[in-house]
């Protein structure tokens, strides 16, 4: 009888496949709180024109840029912040040296035809002293942008591994793939929570009989999704955009 000897590399190829689920049974939480700690800290928050002039009064302004609005507003929960730059933006962002982004609501310039001479650059007073003391909304340097970057690699990370887990994983067992496709795009991830939860902390023993199908998944992502929204909504007039930015 010929005895098989294993290779090293098959060695190798079995502690990786025991040691993955451990790292993703761990791994996925940690790297949720990790991006949400994050993200939470640099979500801009609505603010004033008197912050504003406190911060400039004190040298707390980085970087900064005038907008109408934010780039990628409602967008998937892993983006980054970006104000939409306009010249005559009715916005100014800026941020500050714990990290943090602000903004602020500005007058708009008048319309000509309102018989009102234009000022030629809005509210010049606020350009003027935020050009002297601070940089471009994209300054090099800047905490914020550092922490955004942060963030969004995070997110990357966390999305490549449970998607990678997902297609090429094992079946679920409490849904389908395509039914926890469409779970894990609720938003801040916590659909990828969920079937962390579901498929690798508390994983039925058997396949589900009425495992959650395709359809059902993408009902639960729209009613799940309205329902996050109002809550935030409600959570921010109660507590505040300081404790609930956005």
Known sequence: MVELIPTRSRRAG???????????????????????SLAWWVEPRESTQ????????????????????????????GSRPRPQYAVNGWMLAWTVPSGQ?????????????????PDPSPNAGWDARLAAVADPWHGVGAA?????????????????????????????????RWFWFWIGLLPFGLGVLAWSYREVWRPPAAPASDRG???RGLGWLILAGIGIAM????AQRLLGTTVVPG
């Open 14 to 36: 079995g502690r990786w496949r025991e040691a993955l689920p451990v790292a993703l049974r761990w791994g996925l939480p940690v790297l949720w709180v990790l991006w949400a």
């Open 50 to 77: 008197a912050q504003l002039d406190r911060d400039l009064a004190a040298g707390r302004v980085v970087t900064f840029q005038r907008a109408n609005g934010w780039v990628d507003d409602d967008a998937y929960w």
């Open 101 to 117: 982004t602000r903004y602020a609501y500005v007058d708009p310039p008048a319309p000509e035809s309102s018989g009102v001479e």
């Open 144 to 176: 914020a942008h550092r922490i955004t970057d942060a963030a969004a690699v995070l997110a990357g990370v966390l999305t490549v591994l449970w998607l990678t887990r997902l297609v090429d994983g094992t079946p679920p067992r409490a849904g389908t």
């Open 213 to 215: 199908s395709g359809w």
């Open 231 to 234: 809550l935030v909504s409600i």
